[in-house]
């Protein structure tokens, strides 16, 4: 099995910020893509951030230059540090990974389940 936790959501006043982790744990050979997607009240999920395995990264043009996606490989870890929150950044937040587990050849999607990152004032 594969586990990923979440933490760091919560409640914080426009203009602040929040960090987010996931750390993936359990029967893992490797670790290749991860990102972080969003989802709000009547909306379809949609991706954040994205670092690849080499660590390029990419964002959704409504976060770039507010958050920063980034990875500890030796904590099986992926971060989103979230600045000048806004209120439309309101939602749940759930980490994606892809990993080799050691029961698999394949490279699997794993999903986190989901924090709370509520703005407001």
């Known amino acids: 099995q594969v586990q990923l936790v979440e933490s760091g959501g919560g409640l914080v006043q426009p203009g602040g910020s929040l960090r987010l982790s996931c750390a993936a744990s359990g029967s893992i050979f490797s670790i290749g893509a991860m990102g972080w997607y969003r989802q709000a009240p009547g909306n379809e999920r949609g991706l954040v951030a994205h670092?690849?395995?080499?660590?390029?990264?990419n964002y959704a043009d409504s976060v770039k230059g507010r958050f920063t996606i980034s990875r500890d490989n030796a904590k099986n870890t992926v971060y989103l540090q979230m600045n000048s929150l806004k209120p439309e950044d309101t939602a749940v937040y759930y980490c994606n990974v892809f990993c080799r587990p050691t029961w698999s050849d394949a490279l699997i999607s794993f999903w986190g389940q989901g924090t709370q990152v509520t703005v407001s004032s």
């Open positions: 670092i690849s395995g080499a660590g390029s990264t």
